[in-house]
């Protein structure tokens, strides 16, 4: 007599095929990779300190607790940000299954139970798997370790297939682009203060507050300030003005317009007021400037 219970297969979102590699480094505050590509997926985890990451055009900063993915074939490299040496963890591995769009273009904030899980996959991956060369661990091939717990190899694949899983479910997630670094003047600079930058850049014909840039920023005054200050030790204004001199320079060296004109192309309250300003910053008045560049 036959039964009526009804067997209902397993849905797979995520298969896993092959394994890469599964490695953790900590490395120097200056360490330096001239960057790869490959036809695999990459997952990095940065469990202290932070660095530098690029993805295709995307030059971002990877914070400690921060997770993001390469895409096969997408070009990326990693540097140390010369302050604090970090420690990272990666994995990379095959797979072809639909859902891994997700991971695409974004940065995970990892919490308390995502990181438990990471660091059970790791213990379990690390268990069964070596480095074929571990003091050159990126692009190196990695060997079975013989004997291994029972069932390590199949407990390495469950578990970053759970962990992928539970990240799809993630809702505190970045975007690359949103923690986009930018290396201006010789500073990296995360993309909110280079929004700054450029809008006062693009206003140098102009005559902007604080509270101008704050409005276009739609950040609070006291976080606009501190932000910036991370990077540079003048004030916005004192950076705004910085700019307008460095514009005023270049007009005076084309020599179409006189310094009345240049001062009020730029937006001074007065002639007396640009040279004080032009002096402050040259430690010349704009006509020593202008007989300096006769001279030379």
């Known amino acids: 007599m036959g039964d009526n219970f009804t067997r209902l297969s397993f849905e797979k979102v995520i298969n896993i095929e092959k394994i890469i590699t599964i490695f953790y480094m900590e490395l120097s505050k200056s360490f330096a990779y001239k960057g790869e590509k490959h036809d695999f ?13 690029t993805a295709d055009k995307n030059r971002f900063v990877l ?12 070009y990326h490299n990693l540097s140390g940000n010369n302050d604090v040496a970090p420690n990272v963890s990666i994995i990379t591995f095959e797979c072809h299954s639909r859902a891994m769009h997700y991971f695409e273009g974004k940065i995970f904030k990892l919490d308390a139970e995502e990181k438990a899980l ?4 790791f213990t379990e991956g690390l268990s069964c798997y070596r480095l074929v060369d571990e003091q050159n661990p990126l692009l190196q091939n990695l060997v079975k370790i013989e004997p291994s717990p029972y069932g390590s190899s199949q407990m390495t694949k469950n578990l970053l297939e759970v962990f992928l899983i539970r990240l799809c479910r993630h809702t505190d997630v970045l975007t690359k682009k949103m923690r986009r670094s930018y ?3 010789g500073i990296d600079v995360p993309y909110p203060v280079k929004e700054i930058l450029d809008y006062l850049q693009q206003n140098i014909y102009n005559k902007i507050t604080i509270q ?3 409005r276009h920023t739609g950040k609070s005054e006291s976080t606009v300030k501190a932000l910036f200050a991370r ?9 705004y003005n910085s700019l307008k001199i460095k ?11 006189n310094f009345a004109q240049i001062s009020d192309m730029l937006h001074f309250d007065n002639p007396q007021y ?9 430690n010349m008045t704009p006509r020593e400037y202008k007989a300096s560049i006769m001279k030379l």
Do not use: Q
Request: net charge negative; hydrophobic share 35%; glycine share 6%.
């Open 63 to 74: 914070k400690s607790g921060e997770m993001t993915f390469h895409k096969p074939n997408e």
């Open 231 to 239: 990077y540079y030790s003048e004030g916005i204004i004192h950076h």
């Open 118 to 121: 990471l660091s059970m996959l």
């Open 274 to 282: 640009f040279s004080k300003c032009f002096k402050r910053f040259t």
């Open 212 to 214: 101008d840039v704050v």
């Open 41 to 53: 997926w990459e997952m990095v985890y940065i469990d202290k300190g932070e660095m530098i990451c």
């Open 183 to 185: 290396l201006i003047d």
């Open 247 to 257: 514009e005023a320079r270049k007009l005076i060296r084309e020599g179409h317009y």
